[in-house]
């Protein structure tokens, strides 16, 4: 396919994202069965319109004026096709499967790049209704956090030290460009695409079918190790998912003591099963998903609980940017009433001076800091760990400081951090 007919199939996909709702990896997909004479390269480049122009859906809509699925993708196409604005001009010529040609006042916008004038929640690329809560969370700093979350991401890795090295993983990936994380002792990071280059597909390689490291953000990785989890202890993953915090503790606790991984979705859950085997991880027993009283006859027996809550995902943006536009106040809403459940289910597994660790992959306050206050008013048998402290324990030294200016939680985000958006707080079982 010719560009102009990529920017042409990047609106197509836009239009069935924006209007019909589709989640955009789906819209991609029905695009491909329908157009199956697109090459893989055509696919791939299709995409990479279609999740910049996501990214930054707002500040182009301003730019050009409209937020049409045409605008967008023609405002997407410069960076993500590798071509210049005169480019793009040319390749708009109206021709077969091609954009009809950009009229003046498109062409003139499409050379701008300012936002200067634009709104707040224009300039951070985020829904208007979430200014205020951005606002709260970063004070001036609030449209760099957002525009942060609008860049793509990296491939973080984590070394499985049961199986391997950071060497060898690092020599195993040498032509990825593949280096050290800053923040995670086990971390990898393979960076991100520039124009229209494809990040690799780490999971085919034979390093990874024999277990030596996990796709998982750096975020993802300071979370599992700052719920102190140690050799020989007991612990639950109370919100498993498929499973990867539960690797990190497996290697964490070197295989020893025992971790209880739970989550009331079996779909979620079932992917668990092949990656502790693949892992080598032996210390690990699934609990039957949703199976409530089962979970909470084990009791009080837990020295860390780890709550990895269900919640908006607004700190992964950057991958899903598609999200960042469908969250809507009744579905966060709903997300606050499942954090408070899952935080009362854990208090009542933490044994007296245990620990219970808290964590979002949410930006956003009413999932984090309020949650954690509500927590310690609901449980006054809990008291919040000084981050300094949770971090020398587990990574030694200084922490990073956290991105809303707290010490009592961790606030990780792509602007202050690097990694992914991460809320952490651990709390600790005093009574």
Same mark, same amino acid.
Request: glycine share 8%; net charge neutral.
């Given at each position: 396919?010719?560009?102009?007919?990529?920017?042409?199939?990047?609106?197509?996909?836009?239009?069935?994202?924006?209007?019909? %709702?589709?989640?955009?990896?789906?819209?991609?997909?029905?695009?491909?069965?329908? %157009?199956?004479?697109?090459?893989?390269?055509?696919?791939?480049?299709?995409?990479?319109?279609?999740?910049?122009?996501?990214?930054?859906?707002?500040?182009?809509?301003?730019?050009?004026?409209?937020?049409?699925?045409?605008?967008?993708?023609?405002?997407?196409?410069?960076?993500?096709?590798?071509?210049?604005?005169?480019?793009?001009?040319?390749?708009?010529?109206?021709?077969? %499967?091609?954009?009809?040609?950009?009229?003046?006042?498109?062409?003139?916008?499409?050379?701008?790049?300012?936002?200067?004038?634009?709104?707040?929640?224009?300039?951070?690329?985020?829904?208007?209704?979430?200014?205020?809560?951005?606002?709260?969370?970063?004070?001036?700093?609030?449209?760099?956090?957002?525009?942060?979350?609008?860049?793509?991401?990296?491939?973080?890795?984590?070394?499985?030290?049961?199986?391997?090295?950071?060497? $060898?993983?690092?020599?195993?990936?040498?032509?990825?460009?593949?280096?050290?994380?800053?923040?995670?002792?086990?971390? !990898?990071?393979?960076?991100?695409?520039?124009?229209?280059?494809?990040?690799?597909?780490?999971?085919?390689?034979?390093? %990874?079918?024999?277990?030596?490291?996990?796709?998982?953000?750096?975020?993802?990785?300071?979370?599992?190790?700052?719920?102190?989890? $140690?050799?020989?202890?007991?612990?639950?993953? !109370?919100?498993?998912?498929?499973?990867?915090?539960?690797?990190?503790?497996?290697?964490?606790?070197?295989?020893?003591?025992?971790?209880?991984?739970?989550?009331?979705?079996?779909?979620?859950?079932?992917?668990?099963?092949?990656?502790?085997?693949?892992?080598?991880?032996?210390?690990?027993?699934? !609990?039957?998903?949703?199976?409530?009283? #089962? *979970?909470?006859? *084990?009791?009080?027996? +837990?020295?860390?609980?780890?709550?990895?809550?269900?919640?908006?995902?607004?700190?992964?943006?950057?991958?899903?940017?598609? #999200?960042?536009?469908? *969250?809507?106040?009744?579905?966060?809403?709903?997300?606050?009433?499942?954090?408070?459940?899952?935080?009362?289910?854990?208090?009542?597994?933490?044994?007296?001076?245990?620990?219970?660790?808290?964590?979002?992959?949410?930006? *956003?306050?009413?999932?984090?800091?309020?949650?954690?206050?509500?927590?310690?008013?609901? +449980?006054?048998? +809990?008291?919040?760990?000084?981050?300094?402290?949770?971090?020398?324990?587990?990574?030694?030294?200084?922490?990073?400081?956290?991105?809303?200016?707290?010490?009592?939680?961790?606030? !990780?985000?792509?602007?202050?951090?690097?990694?992914?958006?991460?809320?952490?707080?651990?709390?600790?079982?005093?009574?």
């Amino acid at each position: 396919m010719k560009p102009g007919g990529r920017i042409q199939a990047a609106a197509e996909v836009l239009e069935d994202v924006l209007s019909r %709702h589709q989640p955009a990896a789906n819209a991609l997909q029905d695009w491909g069965r329908r %157009h199956r004479f697109a090459g893989s390269g055509d696919r791939a480049a299709i995409g990479t319109i279609v999740y910049d122009a996501l990214r930054r859906r707002s500040s182009f809509a301003w730019r050009m004026g409209s937020g049409a699925p045409r605008a967008l993708a023609i405002a997407a196409a410069p960076r993500a096709l590798g071509l210049t604005v005169a480019d793009v001009i040319t390749v708009c010529d109206g021709s077969a %499967h091609a954009p009809a040609p950009l009229d003046e006042d498109e062409r003139t916008r499409l050379a701008s790049d300012t936002l200067s004038d634009a709104p707040p929640h224009v300039a951070a690329d985020i829904p208007e209704w979430l200014m205020e809560a951005f606002a709260r969370a970063f004070g001036d700093r609030a449209a760099a956090e957002g525009q942060a979350m609008a860049e793509r991401a990296p491939i973080d890795l984590r070394v499985n030290t049961l199986k391997g090295t950071r060497e $060898k993983v690092l020599s195993a990936l040498a032509r990825y460009d593949a280096a050290p994380t800053w923040l995670s002792p086990s971390g !990898l990071r393979i960076p991100a695409p520039e124009g229209p280059a494809k990040s690799p597909h780490v999971e085919a390689e034979a390093a %990874h079918g024999k277990g030596w490291f996990e796709v998982q953000d750096e975020g993802s990785q300071i979370a599992a190790l700052l719920s102190g989890a $140690k050799p020989r202890q007991q612990v639950l993953d !109370l919100c498993a998912g498929a499973g990867g915090k539960t690797l990190a503790l497996s290697a964490l606790m070197q295989n020893s003591g025992q971790i209880y991984a739970y989550d009331s979705d079996k779909t979620q859950l079932r992917p668990i099963f092949e990656r502790l085997q693949r892992a080598g991880a032996r210390n690990v027993q699934v !609990l039957d998903a949703g199976d409530q009283a #089962a *979970l909470e006859a *084990l009791g009080a027996r +837990f020295d860390t609980v780890l709550v990895d809550a269900p919640c908006t995902g607004s700190g992964t943006w950057r991958r899903k940017p598609d #999200a960042k536009w469908r *969250l809507k106040p009744e579905a966060l809403a709903a997300r606050q009433a499942e954090q408070r459940n899952a935080l009362s289910t854990a208090a009542g597994l933490v044994k007296p001076g245990g620990r219970l660790t808290y964590v979002t992959c949410s930006v *956003l306050p009413a999932e984090n800091s309020d949650q954690v206050a509500w927590f310690c008013e609901a +449980f006054p048998g +809990f008291a919040p760990i000084p981050v300094a402290e949770a971090w020398e324990d587990a990574i030694g030294g200084p922490p990073p400081a956290s991105a809303d200016g707290s010490e009592t939680a961790l606030l !990780l985000t792509p602007a202050s951090h690097g990694t992914d958006g991460f809320f952490i707080a651990s709390l600790k079982r005093t009574s």
